[in-house]
């Protein structure tokens, strides 16, 4: 098996045409070289392992080569393209700048670009890795490279194209390697299997392209260990386990797992894989990059960045169509995070298992905060309740008169106050027998005095606020008040603690702000809260609607912006603290529960 040990030498291309992946590179080169107008200096840039001293030693040949072929390739058969092929050319210099990198280093160089060449038209130097060199072996290279002798070539290679000082770049003409995409890195391996009798399928190919990363000097040597390895019997399963990555098809049925919340199959699955002597990071690492090829997958026009192995990409897009993109970036964050995490972990496979369990709990999660999620499922409007509760309308002066304009069933008050003069009289009969219109009809007759407008007793007032709500289901739009809406509000909370919801916390922990005659705005302290509240949007709606009379309503939720604020004390109320908000609002209320010696009803 020793003739594959060097296929990377073996297979090293020797003419432009043979070189993988940088056609245009080797174009402009024979271009350049036809056309005589070769530059003096270049700069080759690019990842290691994608044919940068390839192309420099194979420019040297041709450039020296005494019968080029008429595309402008080097004949090989001349004396000096054997010597180039033997590798005894006195016309070619390699300088190593990662070891031989300094000043006297560059010198010595400098002295033999004096010299002529014996044989042959051009002395080619190249320097490898030239970002190494120190900067006073810049300095000393720097005049030579600007004054060439014509016979002199030089040809710096990088694979840190930052690192080169600006007065270099502007003196090379500059060429940028690509990396060898998977599709090329496998055509180039078949071709080396089918000269070499090695049987090798498409699939353990692709695997080991895809390991090398566009490197074609790892994928010959990856190809070369594997061969020896299986007698050249290359096959799908032992390239994976040669390689040491684990089977997609795991990642897949993990994948599952955490789609469906099954979080013991997939604890027994990272356990199997574990066995089989596959660590933690590994398994990070690799679910994070199966993910990413699912979210590719989920686009079609981003599609052909999918990298993988030709017979799984319908099992990815199928896959990828079952997860949301919520789930999967989540899911990529987490295993991000994790793989972060895992050098410092004390305890690398608890780490893992945990993550394994946030992923299970992944969608749920979602679900749970996205309100578009939340209201979707609750389609089904419950039927509205009896309403119990309904707001009152507050006794300023100008809703006075509104009341005393309605029609009026209640001449049997006890206590009838003057607004004109303020004076009040006293209590003409009994108390209780009387009722308040729930809510000013607007198209009522006005019966009454409208100077005159009642108040009832304070129980009376309770009742309104409690047994209200089943009259007024026309078609009204009662302008919104605040204290209507904190009381329904109010109301809408103790509905939500009968029924206990979770999200009475962030009900009470809001704060109400009316914007105008429809609509207001609910401000919580965080998101969380905010979601809360939307996931009750349509039932909270159909509340307010109702208790407030107003059809047109509308309202946001909307997060403080001062989330420091604290938002306590606006709600929730007890009873004998609404009564004080209402008596300080309304001072006449105070004053009828004094002079009436009422008590509040707890
Ligand atoms: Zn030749």
Redesign the pocket.
């Known amino acids: 098996m020793d003739k594959f040990i060097v296929s990377a030498r073996k297979y090293r291309p020797q003419t432009f045409d043979t070189v993988v992946g940088q056609s245009h590179i080797t174009t402009t080169l024979k271009n350049a070289i036809r056309n005589h107008q070769l530059a003096h200096a270049f700069l080759f840039c690019g990842p290691r392992g994608v044919g940068k001293t390839t192309c420099a030693r194979i420019l040297a040949?041709?450039i020296?080569?005494?019968?080029?072929t008429k595309e402008g390739e080097?004949?090989?058969?001349?004396?000096?393209?054997?010597s180039?092929n033997e590798g005894t050319s006195l016309n070619y210099f390699e300088l190593d700048a990662a070891s031989n990198n300094s000043v006297d280093d560059i010198r010595e160089l400098v002295n033999q670009v004096r010299f002529v060449p014996q044989s042959g038209q051009y002395k080619v130097y190249v320097i490898d890795e030239v970002h190494m060199l120190t900067s006073n072996a810049f300095n000393a290279f720097l005049k030579t490279l600007e004054e060439p002798p014509p016979y002199a070539i030089f040809i710096l290679a990088t694979t840190e194209k930052h690192k080169i000082i600006p007065t270099i770049l502007s003196r090379c003409q500059i060429f940028d390697f690509k990396r060898i995409t998977i599709d090329d890195t496998v055509e180039h391996l078949k071709a080396i299997c089918s000269k070499e009798d090695i049987t090798a399928d498409d699939p353990s190919l692709h695997v080991i392209a895809q390991k090398s990363e566009g490197c074609m000097r790892d994928a010959l040597s990856i190809l070369d260990k594997i061969v020896s390895f299986t007698n050249g019997q290359l096959n799908y399963s032992n390239t994976l386990e040669h390689l040491n990555i684990l089977d997609d098809d795991y990642y897949f049925k993990l994948m599952d797992y955490i789609l469906q919340q099954d979080l013991a199959a997939a604890l027994l699955l990272y356990d199997e894989i574990n066995r089989k002597g596959f660590d933690g990071e590994l398994v990070l690492i690799g679910f994070a990059e199966f993910i990413r090829n699912l979210l590719v997958s989920k686009d079609e026009k981003v599609a052909g960045l999918l990298e993988v192995v030709e017979s799984f990409k319908e099992k990815y897009i199928k896959t990828a169509k079952n997860a949301s993109a919520a789930v999967l970036v989540s899911a990529l964050n987490i295993l991000n995070q994790a793989e972060l995490n895992y050098k410092v972990s004390r305890n690398k496979r608890l780490l893992v298992e945990l993550t394994l369990i946030k992923l299970c709990y992944l969608q749920q999660a979602i679900e749970l905060t996205s309100e578009g999620g939340g209201i979707t499922k609750k389609k089904v409007v419950e039927t509205p309740l009896a309403f119990r509760i309904a707001a009152i309308k507050p006794f300023n002066k100008k809703e006075e008169n509104k009341l005393a304009k309605t029609k009026s069933r209640t001449s049997d008050a006890k206590l009838i106050v003057d607004t004109t003069t303020g004076k009040k009289n006293k209590p003409e009969k009994s108390l209780v027998t009387e009722e308040l219109p729930s809510y000013p009809q607007p198209q009522s007759n006005s019966t009454t005095n409208p100077a005159n407008s009642r108040l009832v007793a304070l129980d009376k007032l309770r009742d309104q606020f409690r047994n209200n709500g089943d009259n007024s289901n026309d078609k009204m739009n009662h302008p919104l008040q605040a204290e209507q809406l904190q009381m329904a509000w109010t109301d809408y909370i103790q509905i939500l603690k009968d029924a206990k919801n979770p999200a009475v916390p962030s009900f009470e922990r809001s704060i109400l702000r009316v914007k105008d005659a429809e609509s207001f705005e609910v401000v919580s302290n965080n998101n969380l809260e905010q979601k809360f509240i939307e996931k009750e949007r349509n039932k909270l709606f159909s509340f307010l609607k109702h208790q407030l009379h107003n059809n047109l309503l509308r309202f946001n939720v909307i997060v403080s912006d001062n989330p420091s604020e604290q938002i306590t004390g606006e709600v929730p109320l007890t009873i004998s603290q609404q009564f004080q908000k209402m008596a300080e609002q309304y001072p006449l209320l105070k004053e009828l529960k004094d002079r009436l010696g009422l008590e509040l009803d707890y």
């Open positions: 040949k041709t020296n080569c005494e019968h080029p080097a004949c090989n058969k001349c004396n000096s393209c054997k180039f």
